[in-house]
């Protein structure tokens, strides 16, 4: 398979798509959980950067279209050209784009000083996570249940990678016990979210390749192994804070706090890995079951 220039910045502005969404829809989800226990300034201090990935997201989402309808001339020309872009909208982006918007923009409520109906925040997290299930490969299959399973599974990656960067700020700058207390909060949604998140993703992963054997017969499989590996790295040092380090913040170890920042850095370096995989995956490989 030839990789040009076009393919590679596609899928570098589709992580960036993921991430910026990703991170302002989970830090949604955070304050919606913890707001109750943080001080005045630590939820301003969550709430600007939830703006500043709102922002992030929907220049991502409108550099997405462009870069798709150059990629189509393999000229820089044709990120501007009208006709290009309107059929790039047309083909499925418009709505997906739609709902994102839409959704971040309920989400950054969660931001507001007043703190208003923070329920509404959290649909707009919801909304703006899963909009890239109505596109793509997923849309692609035609099948109402794959969608939901990969709109179930979007919806877990935002409340888990989300919360990672406000627990990070939190560790740094906060008192250790009311840290230890949001991990604790974060830490009892988490098992379901990844349950819905595994449940979900290895019910579209197994519609996607058809059979078991393309797993490691196709490139599709290998790439979904090593995504495999990646989840499964974050997911030891998920434990190592939930068991370990959790407890001996809220007991006001102060020692706890540079150990949680140092492993939730190192979970965002494997999330960032996961995002660029993915995103490679969408773009460039098709899943054999749709071959």
């Known amino acids: 398979m030839d990789i040009g220039v076009w393919d590679v910045l596609a899928v570098i502005v589709k992580a960036a798509l993921y991430a910026a969404t990703f991170a302002a829809a989970g830090g949604a989800f955070f304050l919606c959980y913890t707001g109750s226990i943080l001080e005045d300034g630590e939820r301003r201090k969550i709430g600007r950067r939830i703006e500043m ?168 499989g290998a790439a979904m192994c090593l995504k495999l590996a990646f989840v499964a790295a974050l997911l030891s040092l998920a434990a190592i804070n939930k068991l370990k380090l959790t407890p001996r913040l809220k007991a006001g170890d102060l020692a706890a706090a540079p150990s949680l920042r140092r492993t939730i850095h190192a979970e965002m370096a494997l999330a960032a890995l996961i995002l660029l995989t993915t995103a490679a995956i969408t773009t460039l490989i098709g899943p054999p079951a749709l071959g």
Do not use: N
Request: charge should be positive; proline fraction near 3%; include cysteine.
């Open 53 to 220: 990935c709102v922002a992030a997201a929907v220049a991502a989402s409108a550099l997405r279209i462009a870069v798709t309808a150059g990629s189509m001339t393999g000229d820089a020309s044709g990120m501007i050209d009208s006709k290009l872009i309107h059929m790039v909208w047309r083909s499925g982006e418009d709505s997906a784009v739609i709902m994102r918007i839409a959704g971040l923009l309920l989400a950054v409520r969660a931001a507001m000083p007043a703190r208003p109906s923070m329920a509404l925040a959290a649909l707009g997290g919801v909304c703006a996570a899963t909009s890239f299930a109505w596109v793509g490969h997923a849309h692609a299959t035609g099948s109402f249940w794959t969608q939901a399973s990969v709109a179930l599974h979007l919806a877990g990656v935002a409340f888990w990678m989300g919360a990672l960067w406000p627990l990070s700020v939190l560790a740094r700058d906060g008192d250790p016990r009311r840290a230890g207390r949001a991990a604790e909060r974060f830490g009892a949604g988490a098992v379901a979210a990844v349950g819905i998140l595994v449940i979900a993703g290895l019910f579209v992963l197994s519609r996607f390749l058809g059979h078991a054997s393309a797993l490691w017969s196709s490139p599709y």
